[in-house]
């Protein structure tokens, strides 16, 4: 079997088996130098054993009922966010038919009966799925935060609890990076790089977070052929009870958990810039200003955005001298400070 993973799927069809794809690097738990040292270097990577001492995954290798006992021994009464999926949805947690809406529910309510109700549930035929997603845990567990420290993470760094059933989250990105820790049952990530973007079919930017229209597991690639590129640039992790795994911001992910019981927390960081420095809202402003223009002047933006932007080493204005470069040079902060006072000032004069 080649790198790509192509096999003989059902029906003599040819599918891509997401089993078969490069692993995500691994290595053992890591100094705070040593994991900035693996921020800097933008690529994901699998940490064996980081939660070793952490209570909750003492309790999540018993048994569901152990940590549900855990974490509702904790319960201050602040409600939760829960996601339910019909059993029809086959625990697929994207879109619906029309890409308007999602395809499941979303509200809040109690920890303790949502923590009930997914463990009844358990071995239930056409059971609907039900989760506990992105739930704070400084505000709604702190007792946890304090018994399972991360010392990886600056203090204002707070986690977020995962728990629910055999729920597959379709292929997405965070504007943060991501370090996901698994306490209960197995999780499995297929991860794409940021450039294959253009290959997943995303779908509207508008109802976020946009999710990838392909389903890795059983790509319709007459639908999506551009998909087999992105399938030739993947890798994939699983992970045990204990495991973490970094994600690099905009790394596009699939999730997928194993178990019929599984729980996870992770940690958000590093999306920093904020006003005329937020690169989403600067993107959407890239939008609202190129996406209209002709052919030539597309064309020059272009140019200009690779040569000054996005390009290596200055060399398009390694001719001028450095007290002249301006903002094509390095900015110290005073000037970085006025050139944002002169943009804000001109959107003002626009109606912006």
């Given at each position: 079997?080649?790198?790509g993973?192509?096999?003989s ?31 800097q ?7 064996r054993?980081?939660?070793?001492r ?12 152990a ?24 625990g ?11 395809a499941?529910?979303k ?8 923590l009930?109700?997914?463990?009844h549930?358990l ?5 609907p799925?039900v989760?506990?997603?992105?739930l704070?845990l ?16 600056p ?11 055999p729920?597959?989250?379709q ?5 943060d ?6 306490i ?9 790089p940021?450039?294959?973007?253009a290959?997943?079919?995303v779908?509207p ?7 990838s ?5 059983a ?11 992105a399938?030739?640039a ?16 905009y790394?596009w ?17 590093g999306?920093?810039g904020?006003?005329l420095?937020?690169?989403n ?5 890239a ?27 200055g060399?398009?204005?390694?001719h001028?001298p ?7 040079g390095?900015m ?21």
């Amino acid at each position: 079997m080649d790198g790509g993973g192509v096999i003989s799927g059902q029906g003599g069809g040819e599918a891509l088996d997401v089993d078969a794809l490069p692993r995500v690097a691994s290595a053992g738990p890591c100094s705070t130098s040593e994991f900035e040292a693996i921020v800097q270097a933008e690529q994901p990577l699998v940490i064996r054993g980081l939660l070793d001492r952490w209570p909750a995954l003492v309790a999540g290798r018993q048994s569901p009922a152990a940590l549900n006992a855990y974490l509702k021994a904790m319960d201050t009464g602040a409600p939760v966010p829960v996601m339910e999926a019909p059993a029809s949805s086959g625990g697929r947690f994207g879109y619906g038919a029309d890409l308007r809406e999602f395809a499941f529910s979303k509200r809040q309510a109690g920890l303790t009966e949502t923590l009930d109700r997914i463990e009844h549930l358990l071995g239930w035929p056409d059971a609907p799925f039900v989760a506990i997603q992105m739930l704070p845990l400084a505000s709604c567990l702190p007792a946890f935060v304090r018994d399972n420290p991360m010392p990886l993470m600056p203090a204002k760094v707070m986690p977020r609890l995962w728990v629910g059933g055999p729920v597959r989250t379709q292929t997405h990105n965070d504007r943060d990076h991501n370090l996901a820790c698994v306490i209960a049952g197995r999780r499995r990530f297929v991860l794409f790089p940021p450039t294959q973007v253009a290959n997943l079919y995303v779908g509207p930017l508008d109802n976020p977070p946009p999710l990838s229209l392909v389903d890795p597991e059983a790509p319709d690639l007459a639908r999506f052929p551009r998909y087999r590129d992105a399938h030739a640039a993947a890798q994939v992790a699983w992970l045990e009870p204990g495991d973490a795994l970094f994600v690099p911001k905009y790394w596009w992910h699939h999730v997928t958990s194993l178990a019929p019981y599984n729980a996870m927390v992770n940690y958000w960081w590093g999306d920093t810039g904020v006003g005329l420095e937020r690169a989403n809202d600067v993107f959407l402003t890239a939008l609202l200003a190129f996406k209209d223009l002709p052919p030539g002047e597309r064309a020059y933006w272009r140019a200009m955005f690779e040569a000054h932007v996005f390009a290596e080493g200055g060399e398009a204005c390694a001719h001028i001298p450095d007290g002249l470069k301006g903002a094509l040079g390095p900015m110290s902060p005073s000037f970085r400070e006025t050139l944002k006072r002169q943009l804000k000032m001109a959107f003002l004069k626009g109606g912006a």
